[in-house]
T-cell receptor, first 115, second 117 residues
Framework: DTGVSQDPRHKITKRGQNVTFRCDPI?????LYWYRQTLGQGPEFLTY????????KSRLLSDRFSAERPKGSFSTLEIQRTEQGDSAMYLC?????????????FGQGTRLTVV | AQKITQTQPGMFVQEKEAVTLDCTYD???????LFWYKQPSSGEMIFLIY??????QNATEGRYSLNFQKARKSANLVISASQLGDSAMYFC??????????????FGAGTRLFVKA
């Protein structure tokens, strides 16, 4: 396990369909984050987990978005009834809990295109 | 509320020169960490450097240094001896320490750096 893995790398879907993305963090990392990034912008925070607990969820996340991390390892992000505005890069990151703070390691992202 | 501001949408620098990328932040949490990431055109986010709010000295990592001015709430990235491969988007980010309830990391809008040969 050499890094954060995201699957799929690309997803094209029709408006109204549901999509699910998977993230496998670095194995010893207990924190996992989901971000959304649109072209030319910085990553926007969506949600994060500490182990299996979802501790914070952004107001950006509508009821159509749900994330899980059932056993504190991999995580899934589901978008229901996709809209064209959901088209973006979805980034997953993981980090270790440490008093001094450690950097988050990012996956290569899942690029979603809603047509 | 947390906030990160990067006021330079784009910067040009001559190869082998030094460049400073600006970042200011706002938080009410006395414990926080500041990060810089590089995002080349390939899209991956690459961690560059970290500064903790209680660190007494400015962080350095090779050609990268962080000019941390706590009272001014600024955390500028200095890249020395720029190389063509430094051309990329650079993001400043902050993670609070949990005193205000959260550990999320938020990012600025980024600065695109162009290194000229």
């Amino acid at each position: 396990d050499t890094g954060v893995s995201q699957d799929p790398r690309h997803k094209i879907t029709k408006r109204g369909q549901n999509v699910t993305f998977r993230c496998d963090p670095i194995s010893e990392h207990n924190r996992l984050y989901w971000y959304r990034q649109t072209l030319g912008q910085g990553p926007e925070f969506l949600t994060y987990f500490q182990n299996e607990a979802q501790l914070e969820k952004s107001r950006l996340l509508s009821d159509r978005f749900s994330a899980e991390r059932p056993k504190g390892s991999f995580s899934t992000l589901e978008i229901q009834r996709t809209e064209q505005g959901d088209s973006a890069m979805y980034l997953c990151a993981s980090s270790l809990e440490f008093p001094g703070g450690t950097e988050a390691f990012f996956g290569q992202g899942t690029r979603l295109t809603v047509v | 509320a947390q906030k990160i501001t990067q006021t330079q949408p784009g910067m040009f620098v001559q190869e082998k020169e030094a460049v400073t990328l600006d970042c200011t932040y706002d938080t009410s949490d006395p414990s926080y960490g500041l990060f810089w990431y590089k995002q080349p055109s390939s899209g991956e986010m690459i961690f560059l450097i970290y500064q903790g709010s209680y660190d007494q000295q400015n962080a350095t990592e090779g050609r990268y240094s962080l000019n941390f001015q706590k009272a001014r709430k600024s955390a500028n990235l200095v890249i020395s001896a720029s190389q063509l491969g430094d051309s990329a988007m650079y993001f400043c980010a902050m993670r609070e320490g949990g005193n205000t309830g959260g550990f999320k990391t938020i990012f600025g809008a980024g600065t695109r750096l162009f290194v000229k040969a």
